[in-house]
């Protein structure tokens, strides 16, 4: 019934591969039954949305049963597609130097007995710094590509590519080996592309960072109380028995390091506060650091890396530790691009509370595991089409006037807005069918809004 506006149809034209001919057309539909379903996006809401203009009967679900099989049952590889969007993201946005990749973890909040892989997890939403709240589940580990946005260079967003389902249970891979799995995925895709991944305290860890693979590095948060060793072990003299020693003495862990710098009076020796000026979340800040390298041997092996001790002189954020892979990389790079995890934090935030990508009732395996990383896929092809072709559309233009002071462009929230007012134009228009067909319009339009009620 809704009617596809050609720059969208170039975008989703290159996800036609991973699908048979039919199944791609009812790709096609579910997708703009998802942009424009104004109620609670449950599936049947989706669907319903789809053919607006036959009322259906809840209890007759027979109508909908290929929109239910395109999840449950038809075969498509969400792996595949996640390649071909990749594949079209990089070569639009960013065709050259090294890959941003952000790695994280949320919580898709559900209930029921027959969900597939539901879990109690910790809900970082709910969580304070003094009480740990934890929610029933699907618990999500996302691997996105960060892309500075070429109209508005300052601004990050980032692009979900990955996403892979943490079951509960001990003998279950982590969500760090689960982000090692997708990281391998995504350089087999990109093979002659270093690879930058950021990623929060979680993921320091060695199920993702030993025997890190050649080509990709990391940026990360480090614990306060981290066992740091001298890269350079000590000369053993010749007539001395044993094993050659691998790593030089204890070195002051983060923590120690940033007190230890409190003590100096003077701006001489290695453990002393260095000044230096960053942009973090749009604001410029003059922030404090000791940097020093070291080996983490319970994390990265006998990798060097180096270690940033943040703090901020005016105490709006708290002391942070932070660390990489890159031995020679200076302190504001180092900052700056962790800061660029926050973009993830963002995408996590409108893929809730804009696409609705908890309505869904679902609760089969092959629903629960190819639902909500199709949603997120969905996600980086609306962006996609937004920042190449969508923000200069008359539509964009007429949102923007409606924008409050609070808004912002290049929200998700105003993407969809601009996307569904260019698809109802491309639908409605005194042109678009004949007098009768037109009011059938309006009466499609009238079950949309009962439909949101």
């Known amino acids: 019934m809704w009617e596809m506006i050609p720059s969208l149809e170039t975008v989703v034209q290159g996800c036609a591969f991973a699908f048979t001919e039919p199944t791609f057309a009812t790709f096609r539909q579910v997708l703009l039954g998802w942009i424009m379903c104004l109620g609670t996006r449950t599936e049947f809401h989706v669907f319903q949305t789809i053919q607006a203009d036959d009322e259906v009967c809840r209890q007759e679900r027979h109508p909908f049963d290929r ?88 601004k990050i967003v980032c692009l979900p590519l990955l996403a892979r389902l943490h079951l509960p249970g001990k003998k279950q891979p982590s969500c760090a080996s689960l982000a090692r799995e997708m990281l391998v995925t995504v350089q087999s895709w990109f093979p002659d592309r270093e690879l930058m991944l950021v990623g929060d305290g979680g993921y320091a860890a060695a199920g993702l960072l030993k025997e890190l693979p050649k080509g990709v590095a990391f940026v990360g948060r480090a614990r306060g109380d981290a066992a740091v060793y001298d890269p350079q072990p000590p000369r053993r003299p010749t007539n001395q028995r044993g094993p050659k020693p691998t790593k030089g003495k204890r070195l002051p862990s983060p923590k120690e390091a940033a007190q230890q710098a409190d003590r100096k009076r003077n701006d001489q020796g290695p453990w002393c506060w260095q000044t230096i000026v960053v942009t973090l979340y749009g604001v410029e800040r003059s922030l404090k650091i000791v940097s020093y390298v070291v080996v983490w041997p319970t994390v990265l092996g006998l990798r060097p890396i180096r270690v940033v001790v943040v703090r901020d002189p005016s105490g709006k954020m708290q002391d942070t530790y932070l660390f990489t892979t890159e031995v020679t990389a200076a302190a504001a790079w180092i900052v700056t691009t962790f800061a660029w995890r926050w973009s993830i934090e963002v995408c996590f935030k409108a893929s809730k509370q804009v696409l609705d990508i908890e309505g869904p009732n679902h609760w089969c ?89």
Request: proline share 4%; net charge positive; with cysteine.
């Open 67 to 154: 929109f239910y099989n395109f999840f449950s049952r038809a075969k498509w590889d969400i792996v595949l597609l996640a390649q071909g969007v990749a594949i079209a993201i990089v070569v639009a946005l960013s065709p050259k130097g090294r890959l941003y990749l952000l790695v994280d973890d949320t919580l898709l909040h559900k209930r029921g007995k027959k969900v597939y892989g539901l879990g109690w997890f910790r809900d970082a939403v709910a969580s304070t710094k003094k009480r740990v709240a934890t929610a029933s589940g699907n618990n999500w580990v996302v691997l996105g590509l960060a892309i500075p946005i070429p109209q508005c260079p300052d």
């Open 365 to 453: 395996q092959a629903s629960i595991e190819r639902l909500a990383p199709w949603l997120w896929l969905m996600q980086t092809l609306l962006s996609h089409w937004y920042i190449m072709d969508g923000h200069a559309s008359a539509e964009a233009a007429k949102e923007a006037s409606l924008m409050g002071e609070w808004d912002s462009a290049w929200s998700l929230r105003h993407m969809l807005k601009v996307l569904r007012r260019a698809t109802l134009n491309a639908t409605i228009n005194p042109n678009s069918a004949p007098l009768d067909e037109l009011r059938g319009f309006v009466e499609t339009l009238k079950n949309c809004v009962n439909t949101a009620a």
